[in-house]
């Protein structure tokens, strides 16, 4: 006979059982430091596991430096298979492919050539402003392979995405195998999480989309916008100081690169990068690793470092050019993004061709005005051949020196002009007329950011900006605050290394604080409560 009593005492200590629920996870460099310390993290506060991607065996972050420990994750899943292109002979024979590919970007909603911009190995060729070096890999497939890899990724992580059905994917677009990650993540209403180093200070924030939009960044730029709004006096005299105009600092890995410049130009930085580049082209190949994805032909990499340090060492001696111009030249400023570079290739892909933003520029310009173009000082490659003869044939344009202050020349300026740039992002925070050719720019929301995305429009905002018919100054020195306050709002204080440069190298595993402010952030932006103590105790509790 049943014990009604001692029944109903076991049904008030159990609960009922819960559904698991899972985090995908991209093994990337720049998480080395945390990769262990976050699944364990969500795992014990928040009872989420972890579903680890890499590419192979080989690319797991060092147990001893990194402290990485392959029990902290329900599974590890291997694409190296997926993403070695099959010879051109095993491919599926005739139309075959293509309607499978076709298939595919019907079930993704995206384009795959979209997707495959975002690889720098098998999408290099679509990049109009570098010559970079050649991938081991990528330099010999052809496109046909490029589409079987990425039918193959699908089949997949897709059951994957069926068996576990994550929250969400943590990772970038940046990748063939990431990006169709997120991709068929997507189509299946699953959101990306994004760790994205913040263009301002020692912080980061957290995206859900491709283009790496803050979370909740127009919802808190409206609040702040109508807030200072109400607050503005009538005049708005006390807004129009020359210190409220002053440019937000550079961000924090572009000071480093900035400071390191001059050492990385030195016959001494020459001689311990070939040094180790070869070291390591050597360990490869000893280990049968050099063919792998993510390595560039070696004598690429020899050619390439030698064109940077030489352009580095030639930089150095450029003339000022902007110290010696008319102080009343009316002039707007382009300056340069860097090529190959995510903020390009995998967030404004529909913007993406400099020489021909600069075209539409210097052909709708008003009378006597110029266009300024400067180098980027963190460029990692030569401009392909013509680039700057091109630019420099025309008449209206002037090139700066590439380490000059491009602060200084963007306060000048008549307005700035950018793609998806830091300093077009500086600029509209302090209210200065921007422009860009970019429809999902951070900074669009501020009314005197304009967007141009063709020849007409170009001309229209240069016009706007001519005759004055932008908001008054003051309502765009506001909007530069609110936008300023909410960028504020969306991101956290970091202070581990490869969380800040993309790049782990020799850093230490991330304090555990840090880690676990990572992990309430992320879980907040999901709507992911916290377990209680008791829960907690049973998941650390061995099994």
């Known amino acids: 006979m049943t014990n009604v009593n001692e029944t109903t005492s076991d049904t008030e200590v159990m609960a009922p059982a819960q559904p698991d629920r899972y985090v995908f996870v991209w093994r990337t460099n720049s998480w080395a430091g945390f990769q262990t310390q976050l699944a364990r993290t969500l795992k014990e506060r928040f009872g989420i596991k972890s579903v680890l991607f890499r590419y192979n065996a080989t690319g797991g972050p060092s147990t001893k430096l990194f402290e990485f420990d392959p029990d902290d994750f329900t599974e590890i899943i291997d694409l190296d298979q997926e ?148 607050e503005l006096p009538v005049d708005g005299a006390d807004l129009d100081s020359e210190e409220n105009a002053a440019m937000p600092p550079k961000p924090y890995t572009a000071e480093l690169t900035l400071r390191a410049f001059r050492g990385r130009s030195t016959l001494k930085f020459l001689a311990k990068w070939f040094y180790q580049i070869s070291r390591t ?67 404004a892909q529909s913007a993406d061709h400099q020489l021909a933003h600069i075209d539409m520029m210097v052909k709708t310009l008003p009378a006597g005005w110029h266009l300024i173009v400067k180098e980027h000082f963190a460029a990692t490659a030569n401009r392909p051949p013509g680039f700057w003869e091109r630019i420099n044939g025309y008449p209206n344009v002037i090139v700066a020196a590439t380490l000059e202050n491009a602060e200084a020349i963007a306060q000048r300026s008549k307005a700035v002009a950018t793609v998806n740039g830091t300093l077009g992002l500086q600029a509209a925070m302090v209210g200065h007329p921007t422009i860009t050719f970019f429809p999902e720019f951070q900074a669009l929301c501020a009314p005197h950011v304009q967007l141009a995305t063709s020849y007409r429009e170009t001309r229209e905002a240069f016009v706007r900006i001519r005759d004055n018919e932008l908001p008054a ?22 202070n581990d290394a490869g969380m800040l440069s993309g790049v782990a190298a020799n850093s230490p595993a991330a304090e555990k604080a840090e880690v676990e402010n990572l992990a309430q952030t992320l879980m907040d932006s999901l709507h992911v409560g916290v377990l209680s103590d008791q829960d907690q105790g049973a998941v650390r509790q061995p099994a």
């Open 473 to 494: 100054r003051s309502i765009g020195l506001i909007a530069g605050r609110a936008f300023a306050a909410a960028t504020e709002d969306a991101t956290f204080f970091v």
């Open 83 to 230: 993403m070695t292109p099959r010879p051109v002979a095993e491919l599926p024979a005739g139309q075959e492919i293509y309607d499978r590919a076709i298939a595919l970007e019907r079930q993704l909603g995206r384009p795959l050539n979209d997707i495959l911009r975002t690889d720098r190995h098998f999408g290099i060729g679509f990049v109009s402003g570098a010559s970079f070096m050649r991938s081991k890999l990528g330099h010999n497939t052809n496109h046909a392979q490029c589409l079987d890899m990425m039918v193959r990724i699908n089949a997949r992580v897709q059951p994957l995405l069926e068996k576990y059905q994550p929250i969400t994917i943590l990772g970038s677009p940046g990748t063939l195998a990431q990006s169709m990650l997120i991709a068929s993540a997507e189509s299946m209403d699953i959101p990306m999480r994004r760790l994205v180093s913040a263009r301002q200070g020692k912080k980061c924030y957290w995206s859900e989309d491709w283009a790496s939009t803050p979370l909740g960044l127009h919802q808190a730029y409206e609040k702040h916008f109508n807030r200072l709004k109400a």
């Open 281 to 347: 082209e050597f360990g490869k190949r000893v280990r049968g690793q050099s063919f792998r994805y993510g390595n560039y032909l070696f004598r690429d990499r020899l050619k390439h470092g030698l064109q940077r340090w030489m352009w580095r060492r030639q930089t150095l001696r450029e003339p000022r050019v902007f110290s010696e111009l008319p102080t009343d030249l009316p002039f707007v400023f382009y300056p340069l993004h860097i090529e190959p570079e995510s903020t390009l290739f995998t967030e």
